[in-house]
């Protein structure tokens, strides 16, 4: 049970991460189509307030999900990773949640330094591939506790005896 509850948690992780990177590619897409199709000028005030084009919401979704549903979805992984039998679970799960510290850290930085956003965005992806990892960690685990005996071992078993008899 708590197994599939570490599953779903870190394939929802996923889907948030996949979610916020076509957030803020629609914002980011609109805003551009607005300055050079429609004319728009980006000024301070012009993403406050009423949307001026379309996409302007990608930004808002973008900023809410990584500052509260990501970061609630690492927590409950972690808190899950505890009571679960997963090898190395607890690992992955806490590498997962430090990236997501450090990915909100450089989202939220002052602005004056645009070259952090490279590092925001190879976080995103570090972000994606420890959640994919967590995801499929304990259906690896299980496969390989529990595979169908290979002709090799079906051979030493039969040669060898399964190795319960008493030896004398």
Not at 140 to 148: E, G
């Amino acid at each position: 049970m708590m197994i599939s509850i570490y599953r779903f948690l870190a394939y929802l992780m996923v889907l948030a991460v996949v979610f916020q990177a076509s957030v803020i590619a629609f914002a980011v897409f609109g805003l551009r189509n607005w300055v050079i199709v429609d004319g728009g000028a980006l000024e301070g005030g012009s993403l406050r307030g009423e949307p001026a084009y379309t996409g302007q919401i990608g930004f808002l979704l973008h900023q809410k999900n990584g500052e509260i549903v990501i970061p609630l979805i690492a927590i409950l992984l972690l808190i899950c990773s505890f009571f679960t039998a997963v090898r190395r679970g607890v690992i992955w799960t806490a590498a997962l949640a430090a990236t997501v510290a450090v990915q909100i850290y450089l989202g939220t930085f002052p602005i004056g330094l645009p070259v952090l956003g490279i590092l925001h965005g190879i976080g995103a992806l570090a972000i994606f591939a420890f959640a994919l990892i967590t995801a499929t960690r304990p259906r690896l685990i299980f496969t390989a506790r529990h595979a169908a005996p290979t002709r090799r071992n079906k051979a030493d078993t039969a040669t060898f005896g399964s190795g319960s008899e008493n030896a004398t």
